[in-house]
């Protein structure tokens, strides 16, 4: 055996070489051990290196047909062992040692891809292509393009005769159907194998305006196997047809010449041990057949090789290509940062997040002014500070979901949000307390006012925390995919879990904005020197308003919609409660600090209560 992927002996055994080795060695085992095949006879092998260069094409098959260590052409010291076949891998290795084993009449197998400059008879008679006719295969991969269109394609193919002649066969095809190359990269033939981990590759892929590259590149365990069992069919055949004619009275059985071989070689018609037909013969040689195959590395790498279809050149035109689309494992899909939705998004959370930041900033910077002490201070700070969680929390739903993400997600969006709308909740009952129970001098009424509704934040807190503590416990989010919303990717997301925990988080939360709402709505009218109760009504009609749009369209969208949908729900929903609340009290900070008065503030709060 000739292997053309050893170049130098010093190189490591990689991958494909290994698995050349292995399909040869269990091809001759599995003969070895079939009593019905070559009964009282043992096959073997010697692996050779494969010279590129001219001057020593000839050194190692010289070597192999003198004997051990020895090389002069006609002698040989061989007594033990006969050479019956040669095992080379492509045209490149066949053509320069054909005329040399011509000498010797040796049936030569080439177990790379097939090459049609070898299919002439007259000048190759003793070669025998091992691979199935690859004449369809351009055709074959430019249906598949043109079926997903794929018109923008990159192409990265070996450097050999056969990829040379492959190439034009391709830009042929593809010039017929549309479809142009975004560039064409040449590869050596035995870098196939670790073409992934080369850097420039990578780079080049990653600076290409495409997303679909095309390698080609041999592909030989298979055809090195059937190779070793056409030579033991043959051999078989040969065997056959000697005891049919026994040798005359006195005579010594015929020896088992090489030469001879060519005549059964030319008729083999075999199945493998997989139940394949084998055809040595090219004129009947069916064009091939080829599977369509699709890795599912979901999870992450699982590498599982799946048959998703099949491109059958004897089929009528248009009915070549079949296809499973719904087994295909398309690219994973999620929101990515360096996306243009991603980075919108992410940019208005970090943008919002920094105005609330400065906010805060403001009301601490003038915390003794009037408009800022009324109303509970405290709850203004606790505000703004849960209101710059909600708009960091929509990060956690941008990016590569994984479990920590997913449970983060929610968990987190629920418990701050209930801060943020407990806090208003209380800020609104503050306001019904403080004009409501009017007995002066009452400690009952001082109690009510600074102690009830700083109770409301932690107890409301605490049950959506048991909440989500019960829905972490029973069922928590799981990483997931939908394969169904955009068609060729598979998105994936975040599983809820159990659904009914899910919606009771959500319904508690629903269940506080409301309550707030109607609070708010029905002391609108009290006198307030800042209008703290008709701003706190008109945050929390935006707040219901964008979530109550929002239900509809997060049980109809899906995929990355979805996702974008809840965060941008998630940002407008908090910059409501921002805007509505603060923004005209920073107004009247910033631009009318005349109005920030406590004359300005006692001469309001008097006109407002004698109203009739």
């Not at 500070?385 to 929390?393: A, D, G, K, Q, R």
């Not at 416990?473 to 995919?481: A, C, K, L, M, R």
């Amino acid at each position: 055996m000739n292997d053309p992927a050893l170049q130098q002996q010093s190189l490591p055994i990689n991958l494909k070489k290994y698995q050349l080795v292995l399909s040869l060695t269990l091809a001759v085992e599995e003969i070895n051990k079939n009593p019905q095949l070559l009964p009282n006879m043992t096959l073997g092998f010697e692996i050779y290196i494969a010279h590129y260069v001219e001057t020593d094409v000839l050194e190692n098959p010289l070597t192999w047909l003198s004997g051990k260590d020895k090389n002069s052409p006609n002698y040989t010291c061989r007594r033990d062992s006969k050479a019956l076949a040669v095992l080379t891998g492509s045209s490149s290795t066949s053509v320069p040692i054909r005329t040399l084993l011509d000498l010797y009449k040796l049936p030569q197998f080439t177990f790379g891809s097939f090459d049609p400059l070898l299919g002439d008879h007259r000048q190759f008679d003793a070669i025998y292509q091992m691979a199935a006719k690859d004449s369809s295969l351009a055709l074959a991969m430019v249906s598949l393009m043109v079926h997903f269109s794929w018109t923008w394609v990159g192409l990265f193919i070996t450097e050999d005769d056969y990829g040379v002649w492959f190439l034009s066969e391709l830009r042929e095809e593809m010039g017929r159907n549309g479809v142009c190359f975004a560039f064409e990269n040449t590869i050596q033939t035995n870098a196939v194998s670790d073409f992934s981990s080369d850097p420039s590759v990578y780079h080049h892929i990653m600076e290409s305006s495409t997303n679909v590259i095309i390698i080609y590149g041999d592909k030989e365990s298979h055809n090195i196997y059937n190779a070793v069992y056409a030579v033991a069919h043959a051999l078989h055949e040969m065997l056959f047809y000697q005891t049919e004619e026994p040798p005359a009275h006195n005579e010594q059985p015929k020896a088992i010449l090489s030469s001879q071989l060519h005549l059964f070689l030319k008729k083999i018609q075999f199945t493998n041990p997989a139940g394949e037909q084998v055809v040595l013969n090219e004129q009947k040689k069916l064009e091939a057949e080829y599977d369509i195959v699709s890795f599912w590395n979901f999870p992450e790498g699982l590498g599982q090789r799946v048959n998703v279809g099949k491109f059958t050149p004897s089929r009528p035109h248009g009915q070549q290509l079949i296809l499973f689309e719904n087994l295909i494992e398309w690219p994973i899909e999620y929101i990515k940062y360096e996306d243009p939705l991603g980075m919108g998004l992410a940019c208005m959370a970090l943008c919002f997040s920094a105005l609330t930041c400065a906010v805060l900033g403001v009301f601490v910077k003038h915390q003794d002014t009037p408009i800022v002490k009324a109303n509970n201070r405290a709850f203004s700070y606790l505000l703004l500070i849960s209101l710059t969680c909600c708009f960091l929390c929509s990060l956690l739903f941008l990016g590569r979901p994984h479990t920590a993400s997913c449970i983060l997600q929610h968990t987190t969006f629920a418990v701050v949000f209930t801060v943020a709308v407990s806090t208003v909740l209380a800020k609104t009952i503050t306001v019904v307390l403080a004009f409501t129970l009017t007995a002066p001098g009452r400690s009952t009424r001082q109690w009510l006012v600074s102690r009830f509704p700083s109770l409301i934040i932690p107890i409301c807190t605490l049950i959506q925390v048991t909440l989500c503590g019960l829905w972490l416990g029973i069922s928590p989010p799981f990483v997931d995919t939908d394969a169904h919303s955009e068609h060729g990717h598979i998105i994936i997301l975040c599983n809820m879990g159990s659904l009914i925990t899910f919606y009771c988080v959500l319904g508690y939360l629903g269940f506080l904005a409301l309550a707030s709402f109607v609070v708010a709505f029905l002391v609108r009218n009290l006198p307030d020197t800042f209008n703290e109760a008709k701003f706190l009504t008109f945050s929390m009609l935006v707040f219901c308003s964008v979530w109550l749009s929002f239900l509809p369209v997060y049980h109809s969208a899906k995929g990355k919609v979805l996702v974008a949908v809840e965060v941008f729900s998630i940002l407008v929903s908090s910059a409501g409660l921002l805007g509505c609340i603060f923004a005209p009290k920073c107004y009247i900070i910033l631009i009318k600090p005349e109005r920030n008065t406590l004359q300005r503030f006692g001469k309001k709060s008097r006109s407002g209560r004698n109203e009739p």
